[in-house]
C-alpha cells in the first residue's frame, strides 16, 4: 500500500477517462509535431510529449469552477481542463473555428468557459495573473480555486516571487504546480538553480510546498488532493514541483544538443502514460484489448481533429482589428 | 479662490473647489460606494494614505480587503490586478510614480494590452493604474519622468492625462468604467492645484478633448502641466495681441483627432506640447496627424513641437527647469509660428 492506492478504487469510468486524456494529450503533440516536420504548420510551437501525467492529474483534482493558467507549453493543460481538441488544431491552423479565431496560435490558446485563462508566450508571465483570479475568488468568495502551471525557467523570474509572495501573504486560493522538465530552452535546471527542489523555495514565502513524481499520475493525483483540500479551505497557496521530462525539443527549431539521447531514453523508459496503462492492466481494472482501443480511439480521434482544422475557413481579413478594445 | 458670501448661496455645485488629489479621491470612493467590484492596490495606499495622499482616509471607509496595501512588488501588483479584471473585478492600481511602470511593464505591455486579442476576443481586463508622474519636485531622474508615450505605442490599452481637478474627477470616472486597461497619468505639480469641481458623479468620455482656451491665432495642443503653462502663456501673448487656443486632448489614446484639426483649420498654426521628452514623443505623434489631416492645406507656419530635452531629469532645481519648455518657451514658439520666423 501506498499513499497513492486510493486512485485504483476510483470507478473504472474515471480511470479509463484519465488514461484516454493522456492518450489525447500525447496524440495531440504527437500530430502537431509532424505537421510542424512537414511545413504544414507555421509559427513555432512546444510540445509536452512526456509530461502528460502533470497536467492531467493535475486538472482531474478540480471542479468545473476552478481555473488555470497555463504555459507555452500547455497544449496538456488545455485538453485536461476540457477543451475541444477540434478547435485547438484548428487554433493552430490559424482557423476562424479556432479558440482564438486563429489570432492566438500554439502559445495562446484559452479556454474562458471552461476555466483556462490561458496559456503564456512571457515566460513567468501566467503567474501574477493566476494570483488575480484567486484575488477574485477570495473577494467574492465565489469558491474556486486556481492553479498557476510554470516551468523549472519561470521558477526564475522575479514575476514568480512576486507573485508567490503575495499570494503567500494574502492567503490567496492558488496552487503553484511547477513542472520541472529539466531544461528551460537548452539551460539545465541543475545549472540553473542552487537548490535541489524547486518546491524548496516554498519555505521562502511560508507556504508549503511538496516535490512529486511528475511521470506518476498516481503521485501526482495524490498530491494535488491534498493540495486542493488545503487551498479550498481557506489555508492559502501551496506550491508543487512535479519532476519530469519533455521529449522532444524546447520548439520546433531543437537539435538538443544540451542533453544525450541516452538521458533521453533513460525518460522515456518512465513514460507516464506505459506507466498508468500497464498498472490499470496488471489490477485488472482493464484488459489488453481495453488499453489498445483507447489508444486507438484517441489516436483516430486527433486525425478527426485534424480533419476539423483542415476543413475550417481562414478567418476573415475584416477581423483583422477585432476585439483590439472591448 | 474664496467665493464670495453672496453667491456661496446658490450654485453650490458650481462654486466648490477643491484639489485635483481630493478630485480623484472623489471619483475613486464614489466608484467603491457604487460598485462592490472596484477596489485598489498599491504600495503604502493604506494609512499612509498613498505617496501623495491620494487614498487618505479611504482605508478608514472601506477597509483593508478593498484598500488593499501591498508589498513593493510592481510587476505582482499590476499582474494581480490584471488577472482579477479577467475574473470580473473592477481593480484600480496605484503605482507609487511612473517611472516604476518599467517593473509592470510585462504586465501591461504583453498581459493587459494583448490578452483580449489574443483570446480571440474572450474577456476583458477592466482595469486603471493610476501613476504620478513628471517633474518639478526635484525627485530627479528616476522619479522624474514622462513616459506616457511608451504605453501609447501599445494597442489594447487606453491613457489618460488630465490638467484639471475636474477633468480628472469625471475622466477617472470614465476610466474605471471603460471594460479596457487605462493608464491614467496623474501629473505632481497638478495634485494641489484647486478647480472647480461638481460633487455629484459625473463622467467625461475617454476620447473627448477640451478647448481651455479658445483663440484664432494659433493652436497649442498641450497635456498635463503643460496646459496650464500654455495658458499662462496665451494670457501674455493676448497683450501682444496673439489670440491663442490651447486645446487639451485628455487622453492620448483614443486621440480626439478631429478638434485639434478643427482648431487648426481655424487658426492655421500650431504647437504642439508636453513635458515628455521631445524624441520620440507622443507630440511627434500629434504633429504627424495634423500634418496628414485636411489642416494640412490650412497651416501657416510649419508644425512646431515642444518636450523636454533628451537628458535624464538632473536634481538641481534650475537645471531640472531648464530640461522642459516654460511659459517662455512656449511664448516664442507662438511668436515664430504667428510671425513665420
Redesign the interface.
Known amino acids: 500500500m501506498t499513499q497513492a492506492d486510493w486512485i485504483w478504487k476510483e470507478p473504472k469510468e474515471k480511470l479509463v477517462d484519465w488514461l484516454e486524456q493522456m492518450w489525447t494529450v500525447r496524440w495531440f503533440d504527437e500530430k502537431v509535431d509532424e505537421f510542424f516536420a512537414k511545413g504544414m504548420i507555421h509559427g513555432t510551437t512546444h510540445l509536452c510529449v512526456g509530461q502528460e501525467a502533470s497536467a492531467v492529474g493535475v486538472c482531474a483534482m478540480l471542479e468545473g469552477k476552478d481555473k488555470i493558467t497555463s504555459t507555452h507549453r500547455g497544449h496538456g493543460h488545455c485538453i485536461a481542463k476540457g477543451a475541444d481538441p477540434d478547435r485547438m488544431m484548428a487554433e493552430l491552423f490559424g482557423r476562424e473555428t479556432g479558440y482564438c479565431k486563429g489570432k492566438g496560435g500554439s502559445m495562446h490558446i484559452a479556454d474562458v468557459e471552461k476555466g483556462n485563462l490561458g496559456a503564456n508566450g512571457i515566460v513567468g508571465g501566467g503567474i501574477p495573473l493566476a494570483v488575480g483570479a484567486a484575488l477574485t475568488s477570495k473577494m467574492r468568495q465565489e469558491g474556486y480555486i486556481t492553479v498557476c502551471f510554470f516551468g523549472d525557467g519561470a521558477a526564475n523570474e522575479g514575476s514568480f516571487h512576486e507573485a508567490v509572495n503575495l499570494a503567500a501573504i494574502w492567503d490567496l486560493p492558488v496552487i503553484f504546480v511547477c513542472e520541472n522538465n529539466q531544461y528551460g530552452m537548452s539551460g539545465p535546471v541543475k545549472d540553473m538553480v542552487k537548490i535541489e527542489n524547486i518546491a524548496d523555495r516554498a519555505s521562502g514565502y511560508g507556504i508549503p510546498g511538496h516535490v512529486v513524481d511528475g511521470n506518476s499520475l498516481p503521485e501526482v493525483m495524490t498530491v494535488m488532493k491534498e493540495a486542493v483540500e488545503y487551498t479550498r479551505n481557506g489555508h492559502g497557496p501551496v506550491l508543487i514541483e512535479a519532476k519530469t521530462y519533455r521529449w522532444k525539443g524546447h520548439s520546433k527549431s531543437d537539435a538538443k544538443k544540451y542533453r544525450t539521447r541516452e538521458e533521453e531514453k533513460e525518460w522515456k523508459d518512465k513514460d507516464p502514460i506505459r506507466f498508468f496503462q500497464d498498472a490499470l492492466i496488471e489490477r485488472g481494472i482493464i484488459t489488453q484489448e481495453e488499453a489498445e482501443t483507447v489508444k486507438k480511439e484517441t489516436k483516430a480521434q486527433i486525425e478527426r481533429s485534424v480533419e476539423f482544422a483542415e476543413q475550417s475557413p481562414e478567418p476573415s481579413e475584416d477581423t483583422l482589428l477585432e476585439d483590439v478594445y472591448a | 479662490m474664496q467665493s464670495s458670501a453672496v453667491n456661496s448661496s446658490n450654485d453650490k455645485e458650481t462654486a466648490r473647489s477643491i484639489t485635483f488629489a481630493e478630485a480623484v479621491r472623489e471619483a475613486l470612493s464614489q466608484e467603491m460606494r457604487e460598485d462592490q467590484?472596484v477596489?485598489i492596490l498599491g504600495e503604502d495606499i493604506g494609512v499612509y494614505g498613498g505617496a501623495f495622499g491620494v487614498t487618505r482616509g479611504m482605508i478608514e471607509e472601506f477597509g483593508p480587503?478593498?484598500i488593499?496595501n501591498?508589498?513593493i512588488?510592481?510587476?505582482?501588483?499590476?499582474?494581480?490586478?490584471?488577472?482579477?479584471?479577467?475574473?470580473?473585478?473592477k481593480?484600480v492600481v496605484e503605482l507609487q510614480f511612473s517611472d516604476f511602470i518599467t517593473i509592470a511593464m510585462?504586465?501591461l505591455a504583453?498581459?493587459a494590452a494583448k490578452?483580449?486579442?489574443?483570446?480571440?476576443?474572450?474577456?476583458?481586463v477592466?482595469m486603471v493604474l493610476r501613476t504620478p508622474s513628471g517633474s518639478g519636485t526635484g525627485a530627479a531622474a528616476q522619479h522624474s519622468q514622462s513616459l506616457e508615450a511608451w504605453v501609447a505605442h501599445i494597442?489594447?490599452l487606453?491613457v489618460v492625462q488630465p490638467s484639471t481637478a475636474s477633468d480628472a474627477k469625471g475622466l477617472l470616472k470614465a476610466a474605471i468604467a471603460d471594460?479596457?486597461p487605462v493608464i491614467f497619468y496623474e501629473h505632481k505639480l497638478l495634485y494641489k492645484t484647486e478647480g472647480h469641481v461638481p460633487e455629484e458623479a459625473y463622467t467625461i468620455p475617454l476620447g473627448q478633448a477640451d478647448i481651455k482656451r479658445e483663440g484664432t491665432d494659433v493652436t497649442i495642443v498641450a497635456t498635463a502641466v503643460m496646459v496650464h503653462k500654455a495658458l499662462e502663456a496665451a494670457e501674455k501673448l493676448a497683450e501682444e495681441g496673439i489670440n491663442v487656443e490651447v486645446i487639451d486632448p485628455r487622453t492620448l489614446v483614443p486621440l480626439d483627432e478631429q478638434t485639434i484639426v478643427d482648431s487648426v483649420k481655424k487658426t492655421g498654426k500650431v504647437i504642439v506640447v508636453h513635458e515628455a521628452v521631445k524624441r520620440g514623443g507622443y507630440g511627434g505623434e500629434i504633429a504627424s496627424m495634423i500634418a496628414e489631416s485636411e489642416a494640412f492645406d490650412y497651416l501657416d507656419a510649419p508644425v512646431r513641437r515642444l518636450g523636454a530635452l533628451p537628458v535624464p531629469v538632473p536634481y538641481n532645481p534650475t537645471l531640472e527647469k531648464a530640461t522642459v519648455p516654460q511659459v517662455d518657451d512656449i511664448m516664442q514658439a507662438a511668436r515664430d509660428s504667428v510671425h513665420r520666423r
Open positions: 467590484d477596489f480587503e478593498r488593499r501591498t508589498p512588488s510592481e510587476a505582482a501588483i499590476t499582474g494581480a490586478a490584471i488577472g482579477s479584471a479577467l475574473t470580473g473585478m481593480p510585462d504586465q504583453n498581459q490578452l483580449r486579442y489574443m483570446y480571440g476576443g474572450k474577456g476583458n477592466p494597442p489594447g487606453k471594460p479596457n
